[in-house]
């Protein structure tokens, strides 16, 4: 099963694979291209602002290496949530084509977070060194999500899935048995 989690920046994604981490232990696979972002071109980070600008080949390279995991990861009958915003259509079709190719079931997690949150959050976050997003890309992302119909997971059949990790892994076991 591949499942996709959706939501802006801030909105709790990574904390949440976290806590399904905990529960599934080995037979979970997270894929995210920011993790694959660091590993590829090192610590970027300096005081929540990026010191390397991205070229489009770079962004190639990350997700290049992000379907490759994922597909592998598929392969070998894993369960793999992708940790990305995947806020617009465009973003996922990658994913879902993996998906399809593989024959595996889709599921999606949204995240859906008041913007004045988001804010909240993401400043806590750069207090502790992490990413700073700017609000003018955090609101065009939310408006991003607000607007997305999702149309292109109804096509292929996708489960929404809890955002209580307890649940979520409930609903992934019953999954794999059916």
Known sequence: MLVLLIGPPGSGKSTFIRGVRRLMGSDLVVVSPDDIRDELFGVLMNGGRKVHKFSREDQRRVFDEAFRRAEGALRKGKVVVVDATNVK???????????????????????????????????????????????????????????DKREDLKRVGAVKLSRKPAQFVKQIEWRKWV
């Not at 599921?107 to 502790?128: N, P, Q, S």
Request: positive net charge; aromatic residues 10%; proline residues 3%.
């Open 89 to 147: 259509p465009e973003w996922r079709r990658g994913w879902l084509d993996i998906a399809k190719r593989m024959k595996a079931q889709v599921g999606y997690v949204l995240f859906d977070v008041d913007i004045g949150e988001l804010k909240r959050r993401i400043a806590k976050r750069v207090k502790e060194g992490g990413l700073h997003v700017p609000d003018d890309v955090l609101e065009r992302m939310v408006d991003w999500f607000k607007k």
